[in-house]
């Protein structure tokens, strides 16, 4: 008998079997054999995890948990730039409602994602029943990723979508019943999926991985309005999982914490799971290095069109946390995390008293292309890189490019083409705040070396579990159970481990829950984690900079008022969060 497999480049709704977008399909194969089976496999599952680079886009995932935290603020830019109907002012004051675009276009992106995640086990499943290994393989992989899917809407709606199939309605699933539909999906497959595709790929120790991320975090699941209750039973199993990862030896800390962000990582034996942006799986994009740096800033002398585009910053509470950490010495010469100085300035061109963009033509050094990199970390002051002329060509010497403080010229401030960028630490809603200028910023990813154009391309993937997490999870694992001597070791081994260069962070001699808290943001800033941190460590109701909300009923995000229009017809489907 031949059956048609077919790949829809648009996959089902979510919701309803009646509710679907529109499908152009192609049909693969008509035999079920040879190698039309394995473009079945790989066209199954393609769609499935090149979403995941459109899921955490900066204006979708990645965004929507910077800017509710305390880490990330965008402002109204020189009331000129990124205002988009205030929808970063609001989710970033906690006053977000239900027709919040960066709200919906996140609950877009992942819903979709979870249905190319299951047209992918619909095709799958009858391929993997027939026997074919690959089909197995491929199938598991899928189950995890959806599983990974549900926990992020779990984690942001407090919602989890059980659908096994197209023609079926959602179940909807909430507190103990979807942390339990979430674990079994993930156990379902831990034994039997690969370990060793990744780390672009789910993998068995991606899945444990998730389940530690999973367990840690139930106690908020289970009642998110509430104080979380860690019971010993949830720490058991994080302990549990974490320990597989790490006496699995498959993975070790990189001695470079940028290497971690760079266009080798996905050679990197730190990271466990990312986005592949190696054009196979993924279209590539360099989103996460250009959003937060200065749009008057070009990283990369070989690539005119590579800039910044002046987004979002630290906020200056975030920053305090570095600063009260280490007193009276500069974080950057305490903590390698920190800050990179790439960008070597000569000691002679350091001092720019009296001078301007107007009159220091003369004051730059030249560098070849390949071998430039802008500062990394968290950046302060004035940062230098390439500059234009006036014909939009960047000024060269007889060694390749010459390196100049960065020239303000975006922007409607006073500084606008006669001074230099300037990064201040005060960055608020304030006209003051606001300026293009305003916040230091966070350039964590590089600017990848392999891309044509600068920013719409990129080989460095992006990544969403790294061995680092393994560590800090088993720490506070252990610290909630009273373990603190081996909650202390586990978060110094994370703290020392960046030794391919000074300052390496010192060894700490004690813990406790507000330490490992501010480890957490040390190791992990500008990674999309710290909203989800804030809200297990009960900080999520503090107050930072433009945010007075205490209400615990904002830890989850509302349902956006289109999904909730669109399931009106089906009394009691689906119901707003509390609060909004």
């Known amino acids: 008998m031949k059956n048609k ?45 090149g979403q995941l680079k459109s899921t955490w886009y900066h204006t979708n995932n990645f965004g929507l948990q910077l800017i509710a935290s305390d880490e990330g603020i965008l402002p109204y830019r020189g009331g000129t730039d990124w205002y988009d109907g205030g929808k970063y002012l609001a ?88 942390v339990s539909y979430i674990e079994n999906e993930l156990l379902s497959v831990a034994d039997v999926i690969n370990t060793d595709k990744g780390p672009g790929r789910m993998t068995q120790a991606a899945v444990w991985g998730l389940l530690a991320r999973l367990n840690l975090n139930a106690a908020v699941y289970r009642d998110p309005y509430g104080t979380p209750s860690f019971t010993a039973a949830d720490m058991d199993k994080v ?36 986005i592949d942006q190696r054009g196979v799986l993924a279209d590539e994009h360099n989103r996460w290095a250009y959003w937060s740096i200065p749009g008057s800033m070009f990283p990369r002398p070989e690539s005119i069109n590579a800039d910044g585009t002046d987004g979002p910053a630290i906020t200056s509470d975030f920053y305090q946390t570095w600063v009260d950490a280490y007193g009276s010495v500069d974080p950057a010469n305490a903590d390698s995390r920190f800050y990179k100085n790439n960008a070597k300035v000569p000691d002679n061109l350091k001092d720019l008293t009296g001078l301007s963009p107007l009159n220091d033509e003369n004051h730059y050094y030249c560098v070849k ?12 002051g004035i940062p230098w890189a390439a500059r234009k002329d006036n014909n939009g060509a960047f000024y060269r010497c007889d060694t390749g490019y010459r390196i100049y403080p960065v020239k303000q010229i975006k922007g409607n401030g006073p ?72 909650a202390l070791a586990d978060m110094n081994t994370v703290r020392t481990s960046r030794t391919a260069r000074a300052p ?32 297990r460590f009960s900080h999520f109701e503090d107050k930072w900079t433009e945010k007075a909300d205490v209400d615990p009923n904002k830890r989850l995000f509302p349902i956006p008022q289109v999904a909730i229009d669109g399931a009106s017809n089906v009394p009691g489907y689906l119901i707003q969060n509390k609060g909004y």
């Open 91 to 178: 989710v970033h004051a906690h006053t977000t409602t239900a027709t919040n675009d960066l709200v919906t276009s996140t609950w877009n992106a992942l819903t979709k994602n979870i249905s190319r995640a299951l047209s992918a086990i619909e095709v799958l499943t009858p391929l993997a029943e027939a026997g074919n290994t690959e089909a197995k393989g491929a199938l598991y992989e899928m189950k995890a990723l959806r599983a990974y899917l549900n926990m992020q809407t779990l984690d942001s709606w407090g919602i989890v979508f059980k659908k096994e199939s197209s023609a079926s309605t959602s179940e909807i699933l909430r507190g103990q019943d979807a």
């Open 415 to 486: 500084d606008k083409n006669v001074g230099y960028v300037n990064l201040t630490l005060k960055v608020d809603f304030t006209k003051e705040g606001s300026m293009h200028y305003s916040g230091y910023r966070v350039s964590k990813y590089q600017f990848s070396h392999t891309s044509p154009d600068g920013n719409t391309f990129s080989s460095v993937d992006m990544v969403l579990l790294r061995y680092a997490e393994i560590f800090m999870m088993r720490a506070e694992a252990k610290l909630r159970k009273g373990d603190n001597a081996g």
């Open 504 to 535: 390496i962070p010192a060894a700490l001699p004690a813990i406790s829950l507000d330490i490992l808290y501010r480890e957490y943001g040390f190791e992990f800033y500008w990674e999309g984690l710290r909203r989800t941190t804030q809200i």
């Open 239 to 274: 302990i549990k999982y974490t320990d597989n990862i790490i006496n699995s030896g498959k993975f070790s800390m990189s001695p470079e914490y940028f290497d971690l962000f760079d266009d080798s990582n996905d050679k990197n034996k730190e990271i466990i799971f990312s």
């Open 369 to 380: 292309a390949e071998e430039f990199e802008i500062d990394r970390g968290i950046m302060r």
């Open 5 to 49: 497999i077919i790949i829809a480049s648009l996959t089902f709704s979510l919701f309803f079997n009646w509710s679907c977008t529109s499908l152009d399909e192609k049909v693969l194969d008509e035999s079920l054999n040879g190698a039309g089976q394995a473009e079945a496999i790989s066209g199954a599952i393609a769609p499935a995890y």
